[in-house]
């Protein structure tokens, strides 16, 4: 009987150590499909406890604090972004956390118009501090590192989809897109801008102001044709989204005289020649089409009056004023101010 008794305790005993190394190692711990966390630099193991707690990521909290301990995790923390999915146990929540195994972050770069939206756009993506960012971007001995104003900073930066650990460094992140940027304008790109007589800077503040100007793709080297013809003969470039960027009067519907008498270097009605620096972070389709531009005769364009979102192109100043009238007769109509 007491052999009996023995056996089936040691059974138990068996049993209940199954359940609990089942439980610590094998359990799935994760309370969803897919949880993500970031783990700020300089965080300590009590601060990643907090983390996971607080964002009900893990539902035993005694069986992963106990795998931690055991995997002896806490020592060092890699800060990072972690995602998580359902079927994780504890010990592959504590590998990822302790070897680093992070999931990078996409950056998005649009054609977003100042430096403090850029700024704003990497800090909310990333762990990179926006009023850092935005400071570097204002730094003129940075700006000079790249042979520019701090007004042309921008140019530097390439629009497109990027992929980021997101605790990287400032300095990784630069370091990165200044790759890109250089992997962008390449030889061909830096011919077509020297046959121009333009600097890589002078493209890209053109190509935004060209970039705002039009709704379809279609007319950017139209676009791109007229204002290149503006500078040959020297002409004031006359182009509404500078005003509207000088300004600050981005909800703009319509351009009026209060932004053409605004005095600021990017009324381009009252001062010829470029802006001081872009006025959007430009498209590469907008660069290209800069870059390969039309060759034709036309000095002005307007937007058609029959409000479909297309140009209308003249070669004299008759022609445009024709056409300008009916598209201001069409938005009075439309109560459009």
Known sequence: MLKKLIALVLLLGVLIGGYIGWRLLMAPNITD?????????????????EILYNNNVVKDHWGFETVAKFKDYGKKINSGNYVFTQNMNNRQIVNMLKFGWQTPVKLVVYNIRTKEEFAGLVGRTLEIDSTKMLAQLNDPAFAKEYGLDTNKILSRFIVDN??????????????????????YWNTSRRAKADALNMSIADINTLAS?????????????????VYLNRIKIGMPLQA???????????????????????????????????????????????????????????????????????????????EQMRVAAQYRKKMDKMNIH
């Open 209 to 225: 102001i060209t970039e705002k100007e039009v709704i379809f793709d279609k007319e950017l080297p139209t676009v791109a044709g």
């Open 162 to 183: 990027y992929e980021f650990y997101w605790n990287v460094s400032m300095e990784k992140f630069l370091e990165k897109m200044k790759g890109a940027y250089e992997s």
């Open 240 to 318: 509404d989204p500078t005003l509207v960027f000088g300004t600050r009067d981005f909800d703009a519907k319509r351009v009026t005289n209060v932004h053409k008498d605004f005095d600021s270097p990017y009324n381009t009605y009252k001062y010829a020649g470029l802006p001081p620096g872009q006025i959007c972070m430009p498209r590469k389709k907008s660069i290209d089409a800069v870059l390969n531009h039309e060759d034709h005769q036309y000095i002005y364009f307007c937007a058609n009056p029959d409000m479909s979102g297309y140009s209308i192109f003249s070669k004299t100043y008759e």
């Open 33 to 49: 499909k897919r949880v993500t966390v970031k783990i700020p630099t300089g965080s300590t193991y009590e601060d990643v406890l």
